[in-house]
C-alpha cells in the first residue's frame, strides 16, 4: 500500500543563470518529489493565454510570435535590454503564472503522493514569493563555471550573461537567505551526493510537520 502524505513540505529551489538548480531538481524528482517548473508554466501561460499573447505583442511587437508560437529569442532581446522592458515582461506573466503554480502545487498536495513539493523558481526573492515556502533551497555557483554553462547550454556570450544576472538579485545574497544551500563547484556526482544531503534534511522536516498535524 502507497504512502499517504497528508502534509508535504512546499520546497522552493532557485538559484541564478547557470547555477544549477534544475539540475538539482532533476535528482530530487528521482526521489519521488513533486517538480513544477516556473520557466515551464510561464512558457505554457504564454502559449495558452490569449489576453498574455495580447498584452506582449501590445508591449514588444507582433515579431515575438510566429503565428501562434512565441519566438522565446526574439522576446529575451528585446524584454531584457533594460530594467523598464524586463519590468513590462514581468507585470504581464508573473501574476498568471503565479496563480498556475498555486493551482498545480494544491492539486499535488491533495493528491497524498508526495512528501515533498518543489517549486523550480529563479525568481522567487524577485517576485516576492519566497513567503510561499515551508523552506527554500539556494543552488550556488562560482560565476566563471556559470557564465561557461550557459555559454555551452545556450551559446550566451558574456555580455548577455552579465544582462540577464544584472537584473536578478545577487547570488550572493540569495545563498544569505536560504534554508539550505547546495554547492555546484565540483562533479555531478558530487552535486547528487550534496543534494541528497538536503533531501534528507527536507525529509525530516516534512516528517516533523506530519506529526504536528496529527497529534
Not at 518529489?33 to 507582433?62: E, M, P, Y
Not at 515579431?63 to 523598464?84: C, M, P, Q, S, Y
Not at 496563480?99 to 517549486?119: C, K
Amino acid at each position: 500500500m502507497k504512502k499517504h502524505y497528508k502534509n508535504p513540505l512546499i520546497v522552493g529551489v532557485t538559484g541564478g543563470i547557470g547555477s544549477g538548480q534544475s539540475t538539482v531538481c532533476s535528482f530530487f524528482a528521482k526521489w519521488n518529489c513533486k517538480i513544477i517548473n516556473a520557466d515551464q508554466k510561464a512558457k505554457d501561460v504564454i502559449k495558452r493565454n490569449r489576453t498574455v499573447q495580447n498584452d506582449l505583442r501590445k508591449a514588444f511587437g507582433k515579431d515575438i510570435f510566429n503565428g501562434r508560437h512565441l519566438n522565446t529569442k526574439r522576446l529575451a532581446e528585446l524584454a531584457f535590454v533594460d530594467e523598464i522592458q524586463t519590468l513590462k515582461l514581468n507585470q504581464i506573466v508573473h501574476p498568471r503564472m503565479a496563480e498556475v503554480l498555486v493551482e498545480e502545487m494544491e492539486r499535488a498536495r491533495f493528491s497524498g503522493r508526495f512528501p515533498i513539493i518543489i517549486i523550480d523558481a529563479a525568481l522567487i526573492y524577485e517576485i516576492n514569493i519566497e513567503k510561499m515556502f515551508d523552506a527554500i533551497v539556494v543552488v550556488n555557483a562560482p560565476i566563471q563555471q556559470r557564465i561557461q554553462r550557459v555559454k555551452e547550454r545556450d551559446g550566451m556570450t558574456r555580455i548577455q550573461f552579465k544582462e540577464r544576472s544584472d537584473k536578478q538579485i545577487p547570488l550572493e545574497d540569495k545563498v544569505k537567505w536560504a534554508d539550505f544551500v547546495i554547492q555546484n563547484d565540483s562533479t555531478l556526482e558530487d552535486l547528487e551526493k550534496r543534494s541528497r544531503d538536503i533531501y534528507n534534511e527536507l525529509l525530516k522536516l516534512q516528517k516533523k510537520n506530519e506529526r504536528k498535524r496529527t497529534n
